[in-house]
Nanobody, 123 residues
Framework: VQLVESGGGLVQPGGSLRLSCAAAGLTKDYYAIGWFRQAPGKEREGVSCISGSDGITDYADSVKGRFTVSRDDAKNTVYLQMNSLKPGDTAVYYC?????????????????WGQGTQVTVSS
């Protein structure tokens, strides 16, 4: 599976961005998709997850109430709507074909990652 993130950029505190994760080469009908981020000098962390066929979502406490994940299976795309952005949200954001909220689990052997998109929140 090839994943391509887009939608990152520079935004002022309090602003919004919508990230997209487009998937190609899917070999099964539904994948759980996780969004992760990694800030300079910090560990990668999982920020959201949307499950496969039933679309159940989960979020890290740090983004709950501000970020919303959704999926459009007809377009093979998962979105991360990010509102009320803070400087602490600055990071490279990645999507992957697995989920991990809280303590980061090792990447499963059959999982795929996108290349990442930079989000910078600054005035």
């Amino acid at each position: 599976v090839q994943l391509v993130e887009s939608g990152g950029g520079l935004v002022q505190p309090g602003g919004s961005l919508r990230l997209s994760c487009a998937a190609a080469g899917l070999t099964k009908d539904y994948y759980a998709i996780g969004w992760f981020r990694q800030a300079p000098g910090k560990e990668r962390e999982g920020v959201s997850c949307i499950s496969g066929s039933d679309g159940i979502t989960d979020y890290a406490d740090s983004v709950k109430g501000r970020f919303t994940v959704s999926r459009d299976d007809a377009k093979n795309t998962v979105y991360l709507q990010m509102n009320s952005l803070k400087p602490g949200d600055t990071a490279v954001y990645y999507c992957a074909t697995f989920c991990s909220i809280g303590i980061m689990i090792p990447t499963p052997a059959d999982a795929d990652w996108g290349q990442g998109t930079q989000v910078t929140v600054s005035s």
